[in-house]
């Protein structure tokens, strides 16, 4: 799980107390959410919904803890529901270089030409998945990360009534603390789509 507490003021309003959770960690602890709603008044859990937990092959998603996660939280009396669709680093082990027809270009390039290998800079993080972040100027990158948004939006539709108005809230992002996802200067813009899509911005200054 994250340990991280969002707080949404809104006018004339209370504050609202949204805890975020990583979907498996939620899956295997439920009695989690009854703590943080008796012992620390939350309003709502952010569920992370991470492309690389789910997507077991380019044609399949296992949407299993997906929605044991929203369901556990649907339950739960006056728990609003929020969902971040992470997409960027901790890709799928089958988003890789020479699979599906991914390139070098792809993926993050160093200024040395060198596919940016993020478990350098973070050995904490997963391995094998955020290995090689993808280059979001790469429109093949994108479109895998767009199918798999597309299809967390069209599961997310056949859900009940009353658990689809709980949810609050769906944003796609790069990760949870996107800020900390592309921290490297080393990797940030050397691919040929990233040069390309520079060049036609400077031109058309």
């Given at each position: 799980?994250?340990?991280v507490i969002f707080i949404y003021p809104q006018s004339n309003k209370p504050f609202k107390v949204v805890f975020v959770a990583n979907t498996i960690y939620l899956c295997?602890?439920?009695?989690?959410?009854?703590?943080v709603k008796s012992n620390w008044g939350a309003t709502g859990i952010c569920i992370n919904i991470n492309w690389g937990d789910f997507s077991v092959s380019p044609n399949h998603i296992d949407f299993t803890n997906i929605d044991k996660a929203i369901n556990s939280v649907s339950r739960r009396k006056d728990l609003d529901i929020y969902i971040r669709v992470s997409m960027g680093a901790f890709k799928p082990e089958w988003v890789k270089p020479g699979s599906e027809g991914l390139k070098t270009e792809d993926f993050q390039i160093t200024k040395t030409k060198e596919l940016y290998d993020h478990y350098k800079y973070n050995k904490e993080t997963d391995s094998v998945r955020a290995k090689h972040p993808l280059n979001l100027a790469s429109q093949l990158s994108l479109s895998y990360m767009l199918n798999f948004y597309s299809a967390v939006l069209n599961h997310l539709s056949n859900f009940s009534d009353s658990t689809k108005l709980k949810i609050k809230e769906i944003v796609p992002t790069i990760s949870p603390d996107g800020e900390m996802e592309y921290p490297n200067e080393e990797m940030c813009g050397y691919s040929p789509p990233e040069n390309d899509k520079?060049?036609?911005y400077l031109l058309s200054k």
């Open positions: 799980m994250f340990g295997n602890h439920e009695d989690w959410i009854d703590k520079f060049i036609s």
